[in-house]
């Protein structure tokens, strides 16, 4: 069994910052790529950050100069910092992993159960 656990989100005022953490556990042989996802109410889920195991990051253009996203391999944890934030940064925050679980054959995508962040004064 694999999981991924998100923590971090909260209330912020706009301007503000917060740190997201995401914690794989399980059966994991070897994680690759991890990323942030988002979905604002009535919109679809957007990519918002991805990072690889050797530490390429990408950025959706929004967030660019705003965002860090960053992880610890050794301990299969991804996080991302956010700052100057946004009332359109309102969303539910979603992490992804392609990860290698023991007793498989192939790589997967697991999800985490996503963290509200919530951007208003």
């Known amino acids: 069994q694999v999981q991924l656990v998100e923590s971090g989100g909260g209330l912020v005022q706009p301007g503000g910052s917060l740190r997201l953490s995401c914690a794989a556990s399980?059966?994991?042989?070897?994680?690759?790529?991890m990323g942030w996802y988002r979905q604002a109410p009535g919109k679809q889920r957007e990519l918002v950050a991805t990072?690889?195991?050797?530490?390429?990051?990408n950025y959706v253009d929004s967030v660019k100069g705003r965002f860090t996203i960053s992880r610890d391999n050794a301990k299969n944890t991804m996080y991302v910092q956010m700052n100057s934030l946004k009332p359109e940064d309102t969303a539910v925050y979603y992490c992804?992993?392609?990860?290698?679980?023991?007793?498989?054959?192939?790589?997967?995508?697991?999800w985490g159960q996503g963290t509200q962040v919530t951007v208003s004064s």
């Open positions: 992804n992993a392609r990860i290698w679980a023991e007793n498989s054959d192939r790589w997967a995508d697991y």
């Open positions: 990072v690889t195991s050797g530490g390429t990051t």
């Open positions: 399980g059966s994991i042989l070897r994680v690759y790529a």
